[in-house]
């Protein structure tokens, strides 16, 4: 029989010294710096092991707070491993609602409220009576910035002093807003309902009034461990203090460099402020990179390094630990539609080498530019996950499935060995291993139901009905499976996750950071979602930005946390010496209007080439036959027309009369790549030639070009 010692040195020996001393550290307060890629959750699972071996405490001792469901069951998952049950690992919501509902009828005087999902609702009938008209866009927006007020313990008598003492732009005027927050709180107590936020205050306030209730919990949970502290809210410390109590026994991990959730009220306050509110807390920082090459380390350490503001105070430099990789790329395109279309091909390149789907991320500044690339990967034929597009389980497919293996359990089926029982039940829903659908939506569903037979590789030993009640388990817990597919996600939906190669796109000044960054500290917030996203990658990261936004005529910048970077494809810094203005003002006399000589600037006018006072040259019946040849060559390849040239690619060409490849090119918008793809059908149609010879000659370059792309 194996010693206790040797349990407790097998565990240490496969650490390094840092996380050694985060793991061994004595029970109390204890704060673990960890960067990206550092091995946190290795670091704090050994820890509740350690604990546990070592005869603190039990498993059921311990609550292990996470901000995802995901990272819930993965921790569980680790410290089966390890050999420990029982812990108490959920998101704060998860937590406090468990102890709510076993405690909350005595609070209550009767049954708890009601948990709503959504407040939309009731804010709408919160502005409603509190005779204010808003929009749906502006009802979201109110939901949102109610919920951060909730998050920040800032009730609607106090909103508007407090959003003017930290200079926060509001939805609405403050007043209407605090109208609208306190007819909202109204609407909830009448229908007897809660929300999230609910959940932590009124477990908090259970705590905070009733020391019998305290007690047990107390005597339950006696040691904390705070993942992400970093995004902690005012509304979740306050349970934790209300867990806590007296006590010191709390282990909290976190990244100031990663802080970017201040939207929903969190603040790095917490995990900077841990050293003076327990001075004598054992401070451990991780900084050894086990997951990204030195070459995407560097690009971080050195994106971070020229941070400013509080954060900046607890920055990490990463040491990576990892061998040589390739280089970060960095590539510029004409437009957001070639942008996502030259990612796209890349993606189907890599797949085509056998890359696995799942090892590969397309990560954008906002929700708002995945249809572009969910389009692109669909014209590809390449199976997407989209981060943030609802619950797995909650997918009506998923549903189906999980409906029919449950009634395959009650048949012979059942007494079948896993893997074969759940693919002879999910023919039923038309799932089979090798009949893989064509089609981005088809094909998406597919996958899904695919990542719950992949599932019973975990499980060799268990029966159908067995496997039928973990799936129950992870339903409950919202603890997904990976799903083949190439993700697309945006950098917040990112955070917490890593993949072999990753794609940032958009990274426009104006995007990243967004123009709504107006304060010192939320451009500091915006330089920290990027420093996230480029530590997601472990071995291929690159870069890229279009010139053109979709449907947009003024031309972009690269994002200013990557001028300095100099990165081969970017454009480039000015030298000290220059002064920005200057290098500004020498472009903008680059092109003059071929009308009136005057300095073009617009994006629009420069690829035009006139200005909009002198009148177009224009051919107009080129521009009809250009039109039409465009509109056909999408319905053929199955593609938006915008990606092959937008509108005002189009009538520069048509202005121009472009005679040679070399014209063709000087036009704003018209790289090489586009060239190869349509150059030859684009010259056809300037010297005369009809609509079907253009078409003919796309065809003939977008075969060659494909062929070409086979090769690489």
Same mark, same amino acid.
């Given at each position: ?32 710096? !960890? ?13 509740? $092991? ?91 927006? /109110? !939901? ?127 995990? /900077? ?26 690009? !971080? ?74 389009? *692109? ?23 189906? $499935? ?18 074969? $029982?759940?693919?002879?039940?999910? @023919? ?23 990542? /719950? ?113 100099? =990165?081969?494809?970017?454009?480039? *810094? ?27 600037? !617009? ?51 048509? @202005? ?28 056809? =149609? ?27």
């Amino acid at each position: 029989m194996t010693s206790r010692d040797d349990r407790i040195s097998r565990l240490l020996e496969s650490l390094d010294p840092e996380q050694r001393d985060a793991v061994t550290a004595e029970p109390g307060p204890v704060a673990i710096l !960890a960067g990206a890629g550092t091995g946190k959750t290795r670091a704090v699972t050994h820890r509740i $092991a350690w604990r546990v071996l070592r005869g603190d405490l039990r498993g059921q001792h311990v609550t292990a707070v996470t901000f995802t469901a995901r990272a819930a069951g993965e921790m569980r998952d680790r410290l089966r491993g390890l050999g420990v049950t029982g812990v108490n690992a959920r998101t704060f919501h998860s937590a406090a609602l468990r102890q709510l509902r076993y405690f909350g009828a005595r609070q209550f005087r009767g049954a708890i409220p009601d948990l709503i999902d959504s407040t939309y609702k009731f804010v709408s009938i919160a502005a409603a009576r509190a005779g204010i008209q808003v929009t749906r866009p502006k009802t979201l927006d /109110l !939901a949102t910035e109610i919920e951060w007020a909730a998050s920040s313990l800032i009730g609607p008598d106090e909103y508007a002093s407090a959003i003017q003492k930290i200079d926060r732009d509001a939805p609405l005027k403050p007043d209407e807003v605090a109208k609208v927050y306190s007819s909202f709180i109204e609407a909830k107590e009448r229908a007897q309902v809660m929300d999230f936020s609910d959940v932590i205050g009124h477990t908090a306030a259970m705590l905070e009034s009733d020391e019998s209730i305290a007690e047990q919990i107390r005597a339950q949970y006696r040691f904390f461990v705070v993942d992400e502290y970093q995004d902690v809210t005012p509304l979740q410390q306050r349970l934790l203090d209300a867990w806590l109590g007296e006590r010191e026994d709390i282990t909290v991990v976190g990244d100031a460099s990663q802080t970017i959730y201040s939207f929903t009220g969190a603040t790095s306050d917490h995990l /900077l402020d841990f050293t003076r509110r327990w001075p004598h807390a054992q401070l451990v920082r991780l900084v050894r990179d086990y997951r990204s090459t030195p070459q995407i380390v560097g690009l !971080a350490n050195q994106i971070i390094s020229v941070a400013k503001g509080k954060e900046s105070a607890a920055r990490l430099e990463l040491v990576g630990q990892r061998e040589d990789g390739p280089e970060v790329t960095a590539d510029t395109y004409s437009d957001e539609a070639e942008e996502a279309d030259l990612v796209a091909r890349h993606c189907s390149r890599l797949l085509r080498e056998g890359r696995d789907p799942a090892e590969i991320a397309v990560l954008y500044r906002t929700n708002a530019q995945s249809q572009l690339y969910e389009e *692109s990967m669909a014209s590809y034929g390449i199976p997407t996950v989209v981060k943030g597009g609802g619950r797995f389980y909650d997918r009506p497919e998923i549903r189906q $499935a999980m409906v029919s293996l449950r009634a395959a359990t009650n048949t012979e089926v059942g007494s079948l060995p896993l893997a074969e $029982a759940v693919e002879q039940a999910l @023919e039923a829903v038309g799932w089979r291993r090798d009949d893989v659908p064509t089609g981005g939506a088809q094909r998406e569903q597919y996958e899904a139901v695919s990542a /719950l037979v992949g599932l019973t590789e975990h499980y060799p030993d268990a029966s159908l009905a067995e496997f039928c009640q973990e799936l129950g388990r992870r339903a409950a817990e919202q603890h997904a499976p990976d799903v083949k597919g190439v993700t697309l996600a945006s950098l917040h939906g990112a955070k917490g996750l890593e993949w072999d190669t990753v794609f940032l796109v958009g990274l426009a000044d104006g995007t990243l950071p967004t123009t709504y960054a107006r304060t010192p500290e939320a451009q500091e917030e915006e330089r920290r979602l990027l420093y996230v996203g480029v530590t997601r990658a472990r071995v291929e990261l690159h870069l890229s930005f279009g010139l053109l936004k979709q449907g947009g005529s003024r031309q972009r910048k690269l994002s200013r946390f990557l001028l300095r970077a100099n =990165l081969p494809g970017f454009p480039k *810094s000015p030298e000290p010496e220059e002064r920005p203005e200057k290098v500004r003002r020498r472009k903008s006399v680059s092109i003059n209007c071929s009308g009136c000589e005057k300095p073009l600037t !617009a994006a629009k006018d420069r690829k035009l080439g006139h200005c909009e006072d002198c009148p177009a040259t224009m051919d107009e019946e080129l521009h009809e036959r250009m039109t039409a040849w465009r509109l056909e060559l999408a319905r053929r390849t199955g593609k938006p027309a915008y990606t092959i040239f937008t509108d005002v690619t189009l009538t520069a060409i048509c @202005e121009r009369n472009p005679g040679s490849p070399s014209e063709l090119t000087d036009i704003n918008g018209i790289g090489q790549y586009k060239l190869d793809k349509f150059g030859e059908a684009v010259l056809c =149609l300037v010297k005369g030639g009809s609509i079907e010879d253009a078409l003919e000659c796309s065809e003939e370059s977008l075969a060659i070009r494909h062929e070409a792309d086979m090769k690489i």
